[in-house]
Each structure stands twice: as structure tokens, then as C-alpha cells.
């Protein structure tokens, strides 16, 4: 829909409109109250203003009624934002990201740079195709176990890591969902949405001197923080004891440890080796491991989640009672990993695994125990449990959450983890490669075939019911028609056009390579403010009256707020994915302000050079 006729001097509705932007963009900055509330609160205001306020047609028809405004709920921007964020938690779930992260690590050949580059390239070409927010949760891991291979801090990596997703974001139309916003908002103003690979091009370039730029100096802006995350080790930490039977077809049979350490579990420390009755200590000299050999392990909690991830048998203890293989509840169906700790006055204490029956009574297997840092060399079926031991079980949802009637052991709620369904992978990934296909060749929109995955993986089993809706955000579903509502308003009250019309002003006479750089550089300040999804919504329409005004192609400064919008970097506000690692890398505020800013004028200087001769201004 096209806007009123411009209006000069500006009216009453089109200041309110700015009041109540500018009121709700306040509340998502300095989030004193929820975004949801927020989101919901402004278009609650618009609807009520606007009903005692109406800004009417030639036919007498509220261009700003309640209907309207409350339309960006079914906006298929909306909908593709959703149905991708189910299927990435689907590609999560099915432990594909997770697998492909393993080759990655493997193809750094013990080059600490050359793992992260990879790691980053990777990361980048991912996110032009999955939301930035599995991706990077994925990789937190990854590039944590990287940083402290290497000896490097996590502080300088995990940055990085967030830039490369935004980055790989920039690519294709659904790489994220600022840019799927706005196509969307084009859409609603009556111009042409992108298509699959519309700004793949000048994305690509971007991409590739931002990711340079990411690569050889972010880290060297970042503070090393190495102390600083050592004073603040977290639970996963602390080691477990576990122990591995070694089967015929085990890819550990004939191999001879190297230092305690064995191939394909780098993470887990050798403890012992136990051969019939004969026992094997370290340094384990001239020792190669044997079909039915017992090893005992120590390993963190997420080495030892990884490992029964891919080997769901590997890590299931043998026990003697002869019941526990009646059911195999803990190699079917979903399955979670948490820590129960043996409770004061457990009936528990004192004895062992197998006199316990503790498999057969809960439907859940010890997988490894901890007991206050003590070193034990011992099969963890032969130790007889203390008051205070924390295991670490691994079952159904249901078996699990039936641990907290149990007088015996008190379940750890916090630490309940599901693990990936491997068996779902092939399923995932097909859904996954043809929702790409279809959108990427045209045969569906982009909304259709996001939608139909999503469904697909629900129906499939790759994803419950349950997990499809806690993959949802609520602050996307809430946000998104807020602003859509937003720019609507701004549009049909002429104040995109008078913005566009005093930006303009300001730079008058100013080449349209000039205009088109400044728009960008406006644009990327602000969604470091107002988050980049505001921002995508916002100044669209606002890109498209200064394209009329100056009598340009729209698409030029369309993509110039595809770009901009995403460079809410500099602080950790601006985009998810900082939120997500500034955890792990241990930032301040201040921290995104030093790695993001730089990054954003390399952005800027890079569009303004290239995107006037591309776009032929």
C-alpha cells in the first residue's frame, strides 16, 4: 500500500506516531520492562489512538484501524521467521550441526588459526541458510574446546564467532530474519520483495572483508580475559567417573594410549584398564586395548554427553542382576542426561551398582559418578556409594522427572540436558536441503516452504510437539508485528517521507552514492540502539520514499537497510547472538563497543565503495 500524500507542515498523528516510536524503541533499550509487554503495549497504543484518530481515505476507510495494525501477526515475514527457527532446532536436535562441527575440528589439522578460520568460514556459510541462534549455541562449545587446545582465550574467540554469524546472515533472504522483515515490509508498501539470492553478491563481499577483518584484528581489540575465566569455572568442569566395555566392533580395540589419552575421546582421561582379573595403571606402557576390556575414565559432563550422543551404548555399565537389559528404555525414544546427588540417609549408602538394582527400579543408567574430587581408579559397579556422591543418569524425560518422588537420591533440576537423536539426522537433514531447494528455485515462496519444514519435522518425529513450540521466541513473535505496526504508521502519516525528505535536505545537492552511504551509516548507529530487527522495520519505508524523492531504484537502499540493520554489533543488545556469547567470552558492555564499532565502519566503507557501482548509482 502506498502512502498519503505528503504532508507539510507535518501533522498532529504523524508527531504521536514518532512520540510513541520513540517511547517503545526507549523500552526495548534499556529493557526495565519485558520486551513481550512492550511490543504488546505500543501496538495497543496505536490501536487506541488511531481509533480515536483516524487517518482516513478518499472512500472514508480507517487506513490505521485495529485490523491493520494487528495484520504483522500473520505477516508471512513472521511466519518464515518461526517455521525456521523450529527447523533449526530440528537440525539441532537430529545432531547434525553437532556433526559437522566434529569433521570441522578435524580438518584444523592441529593449527590452532587455521581451526578457528575454518570453524568461522563454516560458521559464516551456515548462517546464510539457518538462523544465526542454533548455529552459534552449537558452537559455543566448539570454539571454547578450540581456545583452550590452543592455549588462546576464550575471550578472543567467541566474538569473532557471533561477527561470523552475522555476517554469513547478510547473504541470502532467509540467513536472517532482519532480512526476511524487510521483504516483508516492501512487500506491505507495495514494492517489489527479494528474492532467494537477490543481494547474495554484495552480501558475499561484505562478508568475506568483514570476515578478514574478524579473523586477523578483532582478537587483537578484545581484552584476554584467560584469569578472569578461570576464577569462574563452571559446573561442567568437574570430572565424573565412567567406565567403557569395549566391544568387538569398537573403534578402540587395537589402539595403545598415548599419555592417557585414547583417539577418538580426546576429552576423557584414562584411569585404568581392567582385563579379566588383571588390572592396568598409567602410564599404561606397551598396553593395547582388547575386545571385553573394562576402561575406566574421568571426563567432564559435556565429554561424557558427547560421547553417549554418538555411541548410546558406549558408556551403559554392565550389571549382574540380569534384569537391566528388559527394557532398554534408555537407548529409546528421547533422552535426557542429568546429575542426581545420593541423598542424606539414602538407603543407597553402602552399596554398590549392582546390589542397588538402581537400572531396573528407575528405568535410568548411571553413566558416570563424581564424589568430591577424590581420585578413584575403580569400576564404578565395584564402588559402594557415599551420602553426597552425584550421579550422572541418563533416561526418558518421564523416567527422569520421576526421580523427584524418590526418598533416595535428589534430582539436580537444573542439569536436565536432552541429548541429540542421532536417528533423526538423515530425516533432518533431508527436510532441511529440500525447504532450501524449493525457496532457492522459486518452486515455493520462501514462507511456504519454511512452513511446510517446520510441519515436516513435527511429523517426521524429528521434533515433539513440544519441542516445535519451546523452539519458538516470544519476544520475536511479539516484537516483529509491533514494528511492522510501527512503520505502517509511519508510512500512512507521511512520517517516512518527512524524514526522508529533511534527511535529504541535509544532504543537499550530495551525489546518491553519498545519500545511499549516509543512510547506511545512520542506520547501522541506530539498530545498535533499538535492535536490528526495529530497525530493518522502521527505516524501510523510509528507504523507499528517499529511493521516489530522488528518483532511484528501490532496491539499492532496500539492501543498504538489509546491511545496516545488521551491524547491531557494538553492543550486546543489538543482535541475539552477542547475548549468547558474552557469557562464555566473560565481555563487558564496553567490550562489544571495542570489537563491533571497528567492524561496522570496515562494513560501511565496503558497501559505500561497492554497492554505488554495483547498483549503477
Not at 549455541?137 to 564467532?161: H, N, Q, R, Y
Not at 547501522?524 to 532511484?552: C, D
Amino acid at each position: 500500500m502506498h502512502a498519503t500524500a505528503a504532508i507539510d507542515p507535518p501533522n498532529f498523528e504523524m508527531w504521536v506516531t514518532f512520540a510513541l516510536i520513540l517511547g517503545a524503541l526507549a523500552l526495548y533499550a534499556v529493557e526495565r520492562v519485558a520486551v513481550e509487554v512492550t511490543s504488546l503495549a505500543v501496538l495497543g497504543a496505536f490501536m487506541l489512538f488511531f481509533n480515536f484518530f483516524p487517518v482516513l481515505d478518499n472512500s472514508s476507510h480507517n487506513l490505521l484501524s485495529s485490523d491493520r495494525l494487528i495484520a504483522g501477526f500473520a505477516n508471512p515475514a513472521l511466519m518464515t521467521v518461526l517455521a525456521l527457527l523450529v527447523i533449526g532446532q530440528g537440525m539441532v536436535r537430529a545432531g547434525v550441526l553437532d556433526r559437522g562441527a566434529r569433521i570441522v575440528l578435524a580438518a584444523g589439522g592441529g593449527q590452532g588459526w587455521l581451526t578457528i578460520f575454518i570453524t568461522l568460514v563454516v560458521v559464516l556459510v551456515i548462517s546464510g541458510f539457518l538462523n544465526n541462534i542454533p548455529v552459534v549455541v552449537i558452537f559455543i562449545p566448539i570454539m571454547e574446546a578450540v581456545a583452550t587446545k590452543f592455549g588462546t582465550s576464550s575471550s578472543k574467540v567467541m566474538m569473532p564467532l557471533s561477527f561470523a554469524a552475522v555476517l554469513g546472515g547478510m547473504t541470502t533472504i532467509i540467513g536472517s530474519g532482519t532480512n526476511l522483515l524487510v521483504s516483508g515490509a516492501l512487500d506491505e508498501l507495495g514494492e517489489k520483495p527479494f528474492d532467494f539470492f537477490q543481494f547474495t553478491v554484495p552480501g558475499i563481499v561484505l562478508a568475506g572483508v568483514g570476515l578478514i577483518f574478524v579473523l586477523f584484528l578483532v582478537p587483537r581489540l578484545l581484552p584476554d580475559r584467560a584469569s578472569l575465566a578461570n576464577q569462574f569455572m563452571e559446573i561442567d568442569g568437574r570430572h565424573f567417573l565412567a567406565q567403557i566395555k569395549l566391544a568387538e566392533n569398537s573403534e578402540l580395540v587395537g589402539l595403545q594410549s598415548e599419555g592417557g589419552i585414547f583417539g577418538p575421546y580426546p576429552d576423557m582421561t584414562l584411569r585404568s584398564v581392567q582385563r579379566e582379573d588383571e588390572a592396568f595403571l598409567p602410564p599404561f606402557e606397551d598396553v593395547v586395548l582388547q575386545a571385553g576390556d573394562v576402561l575406566v575414565v574421568a571426563a567432564t559432563r559435556n565429554s561424557l554427553a558427547d560421547a553417549v550422543a554418538h555411541d548410546p551404548g558406549l558408556l551403559i555399565p554392565e550389571l549382574q542382576d540380569g534384569k537391566e537389559d528388559a527394557e532398554g528404555r534408555w537407548q529409546e525414544g528421547d533422552r535426557v542426561l542429568a546429575e542426581v546427588m545420593v541423598a542424606p540417609a539414602s538407603r543407597m549408602a553402602g552399596l554398590n551398582l549392582n546390589m542397588i538394582g538402581f537400572r531396573h527400579k528407575t528405568h535410568c543408567v548411571v553413566l558416570g559418578m563424581q564424589r568430591r574430587a577424590r581420585m578413584m581408579r575403580t569400576r564404578i559397579t565395584d564402588i559402594r556409594l557415599e551420602e553426597g556422591d552425584v550421579l550422572l543418569v541418563q533416561g526418558q524425560p518421564e523416567d527422569i522427572s520421576g526421580l523427584r518422588k524418590s526418598d533416595d537420591v535428589v534430582l539436580l533440576e537444573w542439569s536436565a540436558e536432552e541429548l541429540p537423536a542421532l536417528d533423526h539426522a538423515k530425516r533432518a537433514t533431508g527436510i532441511f536441503a529440500l525447504v532450501i531447494l524449493l525457496a532457492a528455485t522459486g518452486v515455493l515462496p520462501v514462507v511456504a516452504a519454511s512452513m511446510l519444514g517446520a510441519v515436516a519435522m513435527v511429523a517426521t518425529g524429528v521434533l515433539s510437539i513440544r519441542m516445535a513450540v519451546r523452539a519458538l521466541d516470544s519476544k520475536i513473535f511479539t516484537m516483529i508485528p509491533a514494528a511492522l505496526a510501527m512503520g505502517l504508521a509511519m508510512q500512512v502519516t507521511g512520517g517516512a517521507q518527512y524524514l526522508a525528505q529533511n534527511l535529504i535536505g541535509l544532504l543537499q545537492g550530495a551525489a546518491p552514492a553519498v545519500v545511499l552511504s549516509a543512510f547506511f551509516l545512520l542506520i547501522a548507529g541506530l539498530s545498535n540502539i533499538i535492535s536490528a530487527k526495529a530497525a530493518a522495520v522502521l527505516f524501510t519505508p523510509i528507504a523507499v520514499g528517499i529511493a521516489h524523492e530522488l528518483g532511484l531504484p528501490v532496491e539499492a537502499f532496500a539492501v543498504a537497510v538489509v546491511f545496516a540493520a545488521n551491524c547491531a554489533i557494538a553492543t550486546p543488545i543489538g543482535y541475539q547472538t552477542s547475548l549468547l556469547v558474552m557469557g562464555p567470552g566473560h565481555y563487558t558492555f564496553a567490550d562489544f563497543a571495542r570489537g563491533g564499532t571497528p567492524l561496522i565502519i570496515v562494513l560501511w566503507l565496503t558497501f559505500s565503495f561497492f554497492a554505488p557501482w554495483y547498483y549503477g548509482l
